[in-house]
């Protein structure tokens, strides 16, 4: 087991990582005085169904336990359902305060943890990340949001939870293509900031996929730390640095938009977003060609591109460009690589780069 601790003040939390570590939950619970409250978790029915002995082991010292069954798209980032939630948790209160657990992935944490920051000023709130990229991104750093008919995460908050717990045994059940979502974050990793990241994908690429929940243990871990060292450093996103994990995303939210969210995962849409702006940046001369050919190969052979077939033109993707929540008074930035491990924030280039880079990024997904 390994404990990271978020440094940021009074709003200081810790990082719980091991497998099959429910045990420990209640101490910590203790130790944040939460066992006087009733707890609230968020999930969805096939998280629930997977693991709800399991996951009832941890809240057994608490005054009640509830659980909250939202469904498993993208849409429950959604007013409606945020004011389904806050219902249900009022009535809940009748019987004494309460904490809500983000159990589940990316969605499920999105929206507990905005739901936590608004809901009477604030109320505490724990991440339990079940996805691969919940436990290596999504579960850590505060950034909550639900989506808006323009656009996803356009409706937010910072808001830190009071831990996050990360047991890999959740990795269990949770299927290919999602382990491939947060492959595809954990490959970010090796090229914004951790080399060494990027060489042991690259090392054991074969065997990656067939990983068992406990193997995942070392990388969750590398990254986990790196994403709070960077919240650590630029809590707000303001400063500069926390932009840098947006590597493959100004493209990727781009691509997800011109498809409507369905029919490409968001993991899909980064892997896209990284081929595209590394070879931008080969074109910029920012990146050489031979580690252009390395992230190419690595991002091929771990299978996490989407298929050219349901992809967009490349003019409706940049068209989406600019619903983009980073493009402010017209200032587009993108991260380019500079080498494995290394990146830096451009303006955006012009159009016409953009489209050719992207148009060879789509041809590497004809398989
Ligand atoms: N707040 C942040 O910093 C941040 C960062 C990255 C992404 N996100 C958000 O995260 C969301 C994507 O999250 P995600 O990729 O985790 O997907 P998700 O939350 O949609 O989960 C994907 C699917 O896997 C299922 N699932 C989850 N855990 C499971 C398990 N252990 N076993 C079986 N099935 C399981 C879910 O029910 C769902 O059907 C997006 O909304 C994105 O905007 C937020
Ligand atoms: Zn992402």
């Not at 943890?113 to 691969?132: D, N, S, V």
């Not at 409706?155 to 717990?165: D, E, K, S």
């Not at 990146?343 to 016409?352: E, G, H, L, N, R």
């Amino acid at each position: 087991m390994r404990i990271i601790n978020v440094k940021l003040g009074e709003r200081s939390y810790r990082i719980i990582i091991g497998h099959r570590i429910i045990s420990y939950v209640e101490c910590h619970l203790q130790k944040l005085k939460f066992t006087q409250l009733q707890a609230v978790v968020l999930t969805n029915r096939s998280i629930l169904s997977a693991h709800r002995d399991y996951i009832s082991q941890g809240f057994k010292g608490v005054k009640n336990c509830h659980f909250i069954v939202l469904p498993a798209t993208e849409r429950t980032k959604s007013w409606e359902v945020l004011l389904r939630i806050t219902r249900k948790i009022f009535s809940i209160e009748n019987k004494g305060d309460i904490f809500l657990v983000a159990f589940g992935g990316g969605v499920i944490g999105d929206i507990t943890g905005f739901c936590a920051a608004i809901y009477k000023r604030g109320i505490p709130y724990i991440q339990i990340p079940t996805t691969l990229l919940g436990m290596v991104d999504s579960g850590i750093g505060g950034k909550t949001a639900i989506d808006l008919e323009f656009g996803k995460n356009l409706m937010g908050a910072f808001y830190q939870p009071r831990l996050v717990f990360v047991d890999l045994k959740f990795l269990e059940t949770l299927p290919l293509k999602e382990i491939k979502n947060g492959i595809s974050e954990i490959v970010k990793y090796g090229i914004i900031i951790e080399r060494e990241i990027f060489d042991l994908l690259e090392k054991r690429t074969s065997e990656i996929l067939k990983f068992k929940p406990r193997q995942w243990f070392s990388l969750v871990t590398k990254c986990a730390k790196i994403k709070a060292e960077i919240v650590e450093k630029d809590e707000l996103d303001n400063k500069g640095l926390r932009a840098i994990l947006n590597f493959g995303h100004t493209i990727g939210h781009a691509v997800e938009s011109a498809m409507d969210y369905v029919d490409i995962s968001h993991g899909q849409a980064v892997a896209l977003g990284m081929v595209t702006e590394s070879i931008l940046a080969e074109k910029f001369n920012m990146l050489s060609s031979s580690a252009l050919a390395r992230i190419l190969n690595l991002i091929i052979s771990l299978d996490i591109l989407p298929r050219s077939k349901a992809l967009p033109s490349s003019s409706k993707i940049i068209s989406r460009l600019k619903y983009d929540k980073k493009a402010r008074l017209g200032k587009l930035k993108f991260v380019l690589p500079v080498k494995i491990g290394k990146v830096k924030i451009v303006d955006a280039p012009s159009q016409k780069i953009i489209r050719e880079s992207l148009q060879e990024a789509i041809r590497l997904c004809t398989r």
